[in-house]
């Protein structure tokens, strides 16, 4: 089963995040206010893509807002938010990542890795074939957005309550470091 480590995260969160969005954004305090120079957390953007949006200013937590019209993505989209500098995460690497995920359906947070207030490390062999394709060839203190498809997600069956049936998703994905495979 795939993205089985982010699970029970995921229900968790869910019900403290459900009641942070009512206009389908969300925007975390960030883990570090103190230091604007952490990792992931050093560069801006304000991206819109087929109605999901993701800013962030230095210093700041990201926003993911995906409004009621999105076009929802019928292949997977990664659009570049920041660079990044190192060696490009691949398919078999363990990556840690701050990230923010948002339902279509919904347009609510269903998971934060900001709001529980650290970062999330895992195999990209692990996840969702849409974190797979999407987060590999990122480097360290790179972000891209994520919009994929329920196809590369969850598919027909969901991960209820937080993650509808058939819903695509929308995501912010920092990532702080990656552990390449041996």
Same mark, same amino acid.
Do not use: H
């Given at each position: ?14 019900? +403290? ?32 893509? !087929? ?17 009621? !019209? ?6 997977? +989209?990664? +659009? ?14 363990? +990556?840690?990542?701050?990230? /923010? ?26 996840? /969702? ?33 937080? /993650? ?19």
């Amino acid at each position: 089963m795939r993205f089985r480590s982010l699970a029970i995260p995921f229900a968790a969160a869910a019900v +403290v995040l459900a009641a942070c969005s009512s206009q389908g954004g969300y925007s975390a305090p960030s883990p570090n206010a103190e230091s604007p120079s952490a990792p992931g957390f050093n560069c801006s953007f304000n991206e819109t893509k !087929d109605g999901v949006t993701a800013v962030q200013e230095p210093g700041q937590a990201p926003e993911l807002t995906v409004t009621r !019209d999105a076009k929802v993505p019928k292949d997977l +989209v990664v +659009v570049p938010l920041c660079e990044g500098e190192g060696t490009a995460s691949k398919p078999s690497d363990m +990556v840690t990542v701050d990230y /923010i995920g948002v339902g279509y359906k919904t347009q609510q947070v269903f998971d934060s890795s900001l709001e529980r207030g650290e970062p999330a490390t895992f195999s990209l062999q692990g996840v /969702i074939e849409g974190w797979t394709r999407g987060v590999s060839g990122v480097k360290p203190g790179g972000a891209v957005l994520l919009l994929v498809p329920s196809e590369l997600a969850y598919r027909e069956r969901g991960n209820p309550p937080v /993650i509808l049936q058939n819903e695509a998703l929308a995501f912010i994905v920092e990532v702080l470091a990656v552990n390449p495979s041996e």
